[in-house]
């Protein structure tokens, strides 16, 4: 089973929102990648900043706890080394250092233990610290000023956050703005798929192509083409079959003509078998040529009447024709109406094929039973018959040209397709019923047209 495929608009909708989205976050990591380093450098400038103020000040709190310049860069157990100067953002620490690596002052939330950064001036990463080192300029004391390497990350997670949480809350916005522009944008498409699928065998008309957009036009102007390259070989095929049946027809009744005349003559049993079996083949063959003639009318470009018909007096002479056999005289039986007439508007030649198809098939097909043709109103025809009828599959499959009821080569044929060709062209609905309704079996060909409007004159 074939999947159904999305939508053209929903193709468009994903595809665009999908490419912006992928933009969009390739646009938010190079930003952030580019962010990441203005970070970085701004915060190591920070760094920087504060070991050169903090050095001045940490050498003067010294200066006041330890007057006497040789001890003072020599720690003391006694001395209270958490220095004063303390800083408002708790991922920034500080350690003051003598050349020996030991702690002469330190910010309260610094390691007791020397950070293991060299004591040599520059930046130093370490696993959770970007470390900075100051050596004073005449003083053999350093600083190390460190920046937590979370924070960092931190900052970088929020500058990528503040560029990817605006798309994640517009992007259904954008979806809902791009399906309503391909939605609007391919409605042309739309109409052009109505126009195509409106072309049939019966309306080949050319499709037209105003106001479609320049990819439009052209697949319009295929279109078009296609549809005049089938328009010919259609007229070529209906004009093959007219002709061919129509030239059939004379030398068809002579060769019967000279079989009669044949059969008068002294002939032994067994010829005069042979001869009316051809003569049985050459009335087969007229009336396969005959349908071909009614085939090519059905199916041909030439209007066809809409005048009012009295179905009544249609049906009434068409089955009079079968009347004058005398083994239909019994079978068929003629349901009018006897209080008012049946109006339909349509062909009245065109009609009747109808109906002699009808009764045709019911006869050839439908067994020794009795057949019914019934009109009713407003402007229906039923025939039926007591036949085996067909299943529920052949149905659906008699209706299309050379489809045949039996295995024999006998069916249905050319005279259903004929039916179903005019009745469609009548603005009309053909159904087909087996059995028919009420009955254990048989088949049934109900015929609905047009009715005309009150006060119309009537043909037929």
């Known amino acids: 089973m074939t999947r159904p495929t ?5 193709r468009l909708t994903t595809s665009l929102l999908l490419s912006i989205g992928s933009v969009w976050i390739a646009v938010a990591l190079t930003a952030a990648w580019h962010a990441r380093s203005e970070i970085n450098e701004g915060l190591d400038n920070a760094l920087v900043d504060a070991g050169h103020r903090l050095l001045n000040l940490a050498l003067h709190d010294l200066s006041l706890s ?32 003598n050349s020996s690596k030991q ?24 696993p959770d610290w970007r470390v900075y080192t100051f050596k004073h300029p005449t003083e053999p004391i350093y600083i190390q000023v460190a920046d937590s390497a979370a924070h960092r990350e931190q900052a970088l997670m929020e500058s990528a956050l503040r560029l990817l ?16 522009i391909t939605h609007r944008e391919l409605v042309p498409v739309q109409q052009l798929a109505e126009q195509i699928s409106q072309r049939n065998s019966l309306n080949l008309k050319s ?28 007229d070529t095929e209906k004009a093959l079959a007219a002709n061919a049946a129509h030239e059939l027809r004379t030398p068809l009744a002579t060769t019967r ?15 005069k078998i042979e001869v009316n079996k051809a003569i049985e083949s050459l009335i087969q063959l007229s009336s396969r040529a005959e349908k071909l003639l009614q085939l090519s009318r059905a199916e041909s470009g030439a209007s066809l009447n809409s005048e009012p018909v009295n179905l009544a007096v249609l049906t009434a002479i068409v089955v009079q ?17 006897s209080d008012h007439d049946v109006i339909a508007l349509g062909d009245f030649d065109a009609l009747a094929i109808v109906v002699r198809n009808l009764i045709e098939n019911a006869v050839r097909y439908g067994g020794n039973g009795n057949i019914e043709v019934i009109v009713e109103q407003p402007a229906v025809v039923r025939v039926r018959d007591n036949g085996p009828g067909l299943a529920d599959d052949k149905l659906l499959l008699i209706r299309k040209r050379h489809v045949k009821n039996t295995q024999d080569g006998a069916g249905y044929g ?15 609905v053909l159904t087909l019923n087996s059995p028919p309704a009420g009955q254990a079996n048989g088949f049934e060909a109900v015929i609905e047209l047009q009715a005309p409007h009150a006060d119309t004159v009537v043909s037929g």
């Open 6 to 10: 999305k939508s053209l608009s929903t």
């Open 66 to 97: 330890v007057p006497d310049k040789a001890l003072r860069f020599a720690p003391s157990k006694n001395r209270v080394q958490e220095g004063d100067i303390t800083f408002e953002d708790d991922y920034l620490i500080y350690q003051v250092l």
């Open 103 to 126: 702690i002469l002052l330190r910010s309260q939330d610094a390691p007791s233990e020397p950070l293991p950064a060299p004591l040599s001036n520059g930046f130093t990463d370490l």
């Open 257 to 271: 003509l000279r079989l009669h005349t044949l059969l008068d003559m002294n002939l032994d049993a067994a010829a």
């Open 321 to 337: 024709e079968f009347w004058a056999n005398p083994d239909l005289l019994t079978r068929i039986h003629l349901h009018i109406p």
């Open 165 to 180: 949480l605006p798309m994640l809350g517009l992007l259904p916005f954008i979806g809902l703005l791009i399906r309503w």
């Open 207 to 234: 499709i037209s192509g105003k106001f479609l957009p320049a990819e439009l036009q052209i697949i319009s102007d295929s279109t078009n083409h296609l549809l005049a390259r089938l328009g010919d070989a259609l």
């Open 414 to 428: 050319l005279g259903m397709s004929i039916i179903s060709t005019i009745v469609e062209r009548h603005a009309g």
